[in-house]
């Protein structure tokens, strides 16, 4: 019976994790995540510095007149007319919001809880569609109302979701029927 115990004792134990190596890996986990994020962060930035060039946002007046449709739905941000993935930073016109849009006589009010608000002159809109994609968001066919107009001498197309996906169609055709009516007028 001996030799049993003997070699009972002569077993060595299971190895205990090397805590400190694992303590390693994720400190260099977490610092290889921030060193992305900061990259990410900074080439926001210089998109916002590239893009310098565009006039500031105009502002609502102070009276739009009489609201022809109103819309609650969510902003996914605006990108160089044509160019559905080129991104509009500057201004604030890259961060996705909740939207609430109202279309007047005047133009187009853009008031985003939490990002910058901002106004598009009827002179100013030139063609609004059902698309399925913009910048960072790709939805079913027609799931996206996206509305070109001018800034300066850049023309922008901004997606917009409604909340009842059933209103794009009237936006649609309210928008391009207001937009040929200003047309002829020229």
């Given at each position: 019976m001996t030799p049993v115990i003997?070699?009972?004792?002569?077993?060595?134990?299971?190895?205990?994790t090397?805590?400190?190596?694992?303590?390693g890996w994720l400190v260099g986990l977490a610092l290889f995540i921030a060193l992305v994020y900061w990259l990410m962060r900074e080439g926001w930035k210089?998109?916002?510095t590239l893009q310098g060039d565009l006039p500031e946002l105009p502002s609502a007046p102070d009276e739009p007149g009489?609201?022809?449709?109103?819309?609650s739905g969510r902003y996914h941000g605006s990108t160089t007319a044509g160019q559905w993935l080129d991104r509009i930073v500057a201004h604030g016109l890259g961060t996705r919001s909740r939207v609430e849009l109202t279309?007047?006589?005047?133009?187009?009010?853009?008031?985003?809880?939490?990002?910058t608000d901002f106004f598009v002159p009827a002179a100013q809109l030139r063609e609004a569609r059902l698309?399925?994609?913009?910048?960072?968001?790709?939805?079913?066919?027609?799931?996206?109302?996206?509305?070109?107009?001018?800034?300066?001498?850049r023309l922008i197309d901004s997606g917009f979701r409604s909340d009842?996906?059933?209103?794009?169609?009237?936006?649609?055709?309210?928008?391009?029927?207001?937009?040929?009516?200003?047309?002829?007028a020229r």
């Open positions: 003997l070699l009972a004792a002569e077993k060595k134990s299971a190895e205990v090397d805590w400190a190596a694992r303590v210089w998109r916002g009489e609201a022809r449709l109103t819309m279309l007047t006589d005047a133009g187009l009010e853009v008031v985003r809880p939490g990002a698309d399925k994609g913009i910048a960072g968001k790709v939805l079913t066919e027609g799931g996206l109302l996206v509305v070109t107009w001018a800034l300066g001498e009842r996906a059933a209103e794009h169609t009237e936006w649609v055709e309210t928008l391009n029927h207001m937009i040929n009516k200003m047309e002829g």
